[in-house]
């Protein structure tokens, strides 16, 4: 374990995105407040795997040290599997490894959380700015200029990269014929249906991702109050009775095989922030003696707070990838995730000065989808009752999200030599996970992908292997073809009874997590479950907070990077404001 002071003003239980966020903007506006940011994993400073855009599949590897996997338990509802879901483990968080698609929830999304100071008109600023009356922005949109609901001249830069593949431009000409418009800004917190070139994590001048620590963090390094101690873990965090006193740490053995496997105190002199993500913040706290106190008591854990809310929720998003052959000649990620050598001696020169594919993710376009009438007519009675109920009084909430990818993000070894592909992913924006309505939405949404790839130029067919196994002789089979279809008169598809089970099969069989794990430690009150209040403190406790994804108690229809980012500008606000701090 590194060197590290034994008493600090504010320990972070993890070195993710809301905590690089919030204890960067508090270190920049105090340089003497002591912040010390316990991360598990490794440091992210000037990591290849993590700077370079094109990379970010590299952290999915199942020998990777940046990801940690956590496998769920089996069930009859995925035929049987048990659901594998990664989370970061490096400092900056998911901000360090996603897949760099910059997304933001819409306006609805806050407003039903229902909680004070949590409003969209009141995160609004905060989505542009750092802080109340900072004149600090959070973001600088690249994108387009003058959109009101953007910031221009913050640390986190957003843009299209320089990329704009031909199956990118080729999608969103084909969904505008098909009647789903072109959107003048997806990400205006009011625009729930529409396509759109998608905008990205990425600095237009370096080509680098923009991830918390890099821009919040490491910009900081003169500043000698701001502590960074990695690859440890926080066993638990420490009390006098309820009030947070600090934390107990050890170093982390899945990093560093000789690990000092002491347990060392750390004091925290005014507050304790857990930022563990959606799974580990839990953890962190029933190992801490918080939580239900029937379950601490079976692991022989004194309870400090009964607190029956943390860990008993769990929300994410619904992902499932098809894949469509394409011309050989069309660009893809392919050629980087292969680590071809020529291409990456092309490539790596270009990167150095900001351009060409490495400065991008290669997922260049997608929609917002809502249903027509049509459309809710053919999903079925279940989920017409959950639009009612849901989506109708709320038109800003797309009920599934869709992106075009050039190239294929699976085993290198699946697609058949000398063979280019297109994947298309839907993610369902608000599972309801009771019923069979979320299997009916995904059931609609296969057939609208599959429509929209049919009537792409660079459609060639399906990849078989991954597309749902129909009874022999269907219509709905997959076919492979040598030259893109006549749409002139081209009509869609035709799918009976047994092709419908088909398509549930293989969504069971297939469907999985989007990493957008979030709310196990939600934001409510304490009657209904929830785990801590409007200003992030834990319920039952005295300097103890909780920032991060766990707490929302609402999902979001959209990729979770710029919400993880919000909670974080809001817990610096709220932690200044409690401990008298400034922030500018």
């Known amino acids: 374990m590194a060197q590290h002071p034994k008493e600090v003003d504010i320990i ?15 270190a920049a506006a105090n340089p003497g407040l002591e912040i010390l940011l316990v991360e598990q994993g490794p440091n992210n400073l000037a990591d290849p795997t993590v700077v370079t855009p094109a990379f970010y599949l590299s952290h999915l590897a199942p020998t990777s040290k940046t990801a940690k996997f956590w496998q769920g338990n089996k069930s009859n509802a995925l ?3 048990a659901p594998i879901v990664p989370t970061a483990q490096i400092l900056g968080g998911g901000s360090s490894i996603n897949f760099l698609m910059y997304t933001r ?35 600088t949109y690249h994108v387009a200029p003058g959109k009101e609901t953007h910031g221009y001249s913050g640390p986190l ?7 704009f593949v031909e199956p990118a ?26 396509c759109q070139r998608w905008a990205k994590w990425v600095d237009p001048a370096t080509g680098h991702r923009q991830d918390a620590a890099h821009r919040y963090i490491h910009p900081l390094a003169e500043n000698k109050s701001l502590h960074i101690l990695t690859k440890t873990k926080v066993t638990r965090v420490l009390f006098d009775g309820t009030k947070a006193t600090g934390v107990e740490v050890i170093g982390n053995k899945d990093q560093d095989a000789d690990a000092d496997q002491t347990p060392q105190t750390i004091t925290a002199r005014k507050l304790v922030v857990v930022s563990s993500g959606a799974i580990g913040t839990p953890v962190v706290l029933q190992r801490s003696g918080i939580g239900a106190a029937d379950r601490l008591a079976k692991i022989g854990v004194p309870t400090v707070v009964d607190l029956p809310g943390v860990g008993a929720t769990y929300e994410d998003h619904h992902l499932i990838l098809y894949t469509y052959f394409i011309p050989g000649d069309y660009e893809t990620i392919d050629p980087i995730l292969d680590q071809d050598p020529a291409a990456m001696e092309k490539l790596l020169p270009m990167f150095m000065q900001g351009k060409g594919a490495l400065t991008s993710n290669i997922i260049d376009a997608g929609s917002k989808l809502r249903p027509t009438p049509e459309e809710l007519k053919e999903i079925g009675p279940e989920f017409g009752a959950v639009w009612k109920e849901y989506f109708e009084r709320a038109p800003d909430k797309p009920v599934m999200l869709q992106a075009l990818i050039s190239g294929f993000l699976g085993p290198r070894d699946l697609i058949p030599k000398g063979e280019r592909v297109m994947m298309l992913g839907n993610y369902s924006g608000y599972p309801i996970s009771r019923g069979h309505a979320d299997v009916d939405i995904h059931i609609w949404a296969y057939k609208k992908a599959r429509e929209i790839a049919r009537r792409m130029p660079c459609y060639r067919g399906e990849f078989a292997p991954l597309h749902p196994k129909y009874p022999e002789g269907s219509a709905a089979a997959a076919v492979k073809l040598d030259k893109p279809l006549d749409t002139t008169s081209l009509k869609n598809l035709a799918y009976t009874a047994e092709d419908d089970a088909a398509i549930e099969a293989f969504i069971r069989q297939m469907v999985e ?37 766990s ?11 710029s919400t993880a980012m919000l909670v974080g500008e809001k817990a610096a606000v709220l932690i200044a404001e409690d401990l008298g701090l400034k922030l500018e």
């Open 169 to 194: 431009k080729q999608y969103i000409d084909t969904v505008q014929k098909m009647g789903i418009p072109l959107a003048e800004d997806h990400q205006n917190l009011s625009t729930g249906h529409g």
């Open 79 to 81: 035929n049987g599997r």
């Open 513 to 549: 997590t989007t990493w957008h794990s979030c709310g196990t430690v939600p934001m409510k009150p304490k009657e209904q479950n929830g785990c801590v209040d409007a200003r992030l403190n834990v319920y039952g406790t005295q300097n103890l907070k909780v920032a991060d994804l």
């Open 551 to 561: 707490i929302i108690p609402g999902n979001v229809g959209a990729n979770t990077n």
């Open 157 to 163: 830069n957003v843009s299209y990269a320089d990329t």
């Open 12 to 26: 972070f239980v993890g070195g993710g995105t809301a905590a690089c966020v919030a204890a960067g903007r508090l």
């Open 105 to 139: 929830a819409s306006a609805s999304d806050f407003d039903d959380w229902k909680t004070p100071g949590w409003s969209s008109a009141e995160l609004l600023p905060l989505l542009r700015k750092a802080s109340r009356g900072c004149g600090r922005l959070m973001e």
